[in-house]
């Protein structure tokens, strides 16, 4: 089973940016679609960005023109650009792989700790 890594997550004011990470422990983003998800307090869990196998990317309408999902050449670390954070975005932040239309419904069995971005105002 492929282990993912989150990290990158912080304290950042509003308008700020951070870069999140997740690490594989194989290359499996070249296979499988990777997407990052987020979850607020009394919130559930929301899509913000998937980037499929081929190249793909679909956002949240709320992280449009703001926020960026990319992966490495050896498709074992996926990334979240995040600029011009609002206190909105405020939520743990995780990631997952797997195919394309289980990435865009955050349908997974298991979910890794996340990391936390708080944004302030």
């Known amino acids: 089973q492929v282990q993912l890594v989150e990290s990158g997550g912080g304290l950042v004011q509003s308008g700020g940016s951070l870069r999140l990470s997740c690490a594989a422990s194989?290359?499996?983003?070249?296979?499988?679609?990777v997407g990052w998800y987020r979850q607020a307090p009394g919130h559930q869990r929301e899509l913000v960005a998937a980037?499929?196998?081929?190249?793909?990317?679909e956002y949240a309408e709320s992280v449009k023109g703001r926020f960026t999902i990319s992966r490495d050449g050896a498709r074992r670390t996926a990334y979240l650009q995040m600029n011009s954070l609002k206190p909105e975005d405020t939520a743990v932040y995780y990631c997952?792989?797997?195919?394309?239309?289980?990435?865009?419904?955050?349908?997974?069995?298991?979910w890794g700790q996340g990391t936390q971005v708080t944004v302030s105002s």
């Open positions: 997952n792989t797997g195919l394309w239309t289980r990435a865009l419904r955050a349908d997974f069995d298991s």
């Open positions: 194989v290359s499996i983003f070249g296979v499988n679609a």
């Open positions: 980037l499929s196998r081929s190249g793909l990317t």
